[in-house]
T-cell receptor, first 111, second 114 residues
């Protein structure tokens, strides 16, 4: 099993640019989570899907953030326009009933 | 009250010591409980689930007290390789949609010294 796959691993972008983070969950898992981690705030849940349907997006900080899950094997998190305060590590995780398994994360730096 | 609250730490212990991590959660309808560990600049990894009857995996023992909404993790005979941040995780809630939600505590950093 390849595990949860995220891309890119690192992203450096200029303020105002659009950023798209990608995630391929573990095959057969029906829940997918997007988290953001910073030193100050720890791991914050942004949004999660169950069976490709967004269940709770109350953690999405602003309208600049959007997430989609067009099918069971792919999800995106988009930030448009990006700001320096969006700099963080973004994790995608998937699960089936129990604990979730994380991808290696995307380290985003907005300058 | 925060949804999941942990000892802020950090903990610095010598090799061979016993270390206890504590965690409380606010939602009494929570259904599943876990401990994760996260190494520096790595992703969180599932360490163990926590069952009502308590469970053990080698040097690690997890316990759950639903009445007190309290979870614990005990590490015996700590090793240098146990150095990491330990995260308490709670799953589920009252309404149907929140049954899937996984909420993390902020974590407690453990450093095991030689």
């Amino acid at each position: 099993d390849a595990g949860v796959i995220q891309s890119p691993r690192h992203e450096v972008t200029e303020m105002g640019q659009e950023v798209t983070l990608r995630c391929k969950p573990i095959s057969g898992h029906n829940s997918l989570f997007w988290y953001r981690q910073t030193m100050m705030r720890g791991l914050e849940l942004l949004i999660y899907f169950n069976n490709n349907v967004p269940i709770d997006d109350s953690g999405m900080p602003e309208d600049r953030f959007s997430a989609k899950m067009p099918n069971a094997s792919f999800s995106t998190l988009k930030i448009q326009p990006s700001e320096p305060r969006d700099s963080a590590v973004y994790f995608c995780a998937s699960s089936l009933q129990t604990g979730a398994f994380f991808g290696q994360g995307t380290r985003l730096t907005v300058v | 009250r925060k949804e999941v609250e942990q000892d802020p730490g950090p903990f610095n212990v010598p090799e061979g010591a016993t270390v206890a991590f504590n965690c409380t959660y606010s939602n009494s309808a929570s259904q599943s409980f876990f401990w994760y560990r996260q190494d520096c600049r790595k992703e969180p990894k599932l360490l163990m689930s926590v069952y009502s009857s308590g469970n053990e995996d080698g040097r690690f023992t997890a316990q759950l007290n639903r009445a007190s909404q309290y979870i614990s993790l005990l590490i015996r005979d700590s090793k240098l390789s146990d150095s990491a941040t330990y995260l308490c995780v709670v799953r589920g809630g009252r309404s149907g949609g929140s049954n899937y939600k996984l909420t993390f505590g902020k974590g407690t950093l453990l450093t095991v010294n030689p």
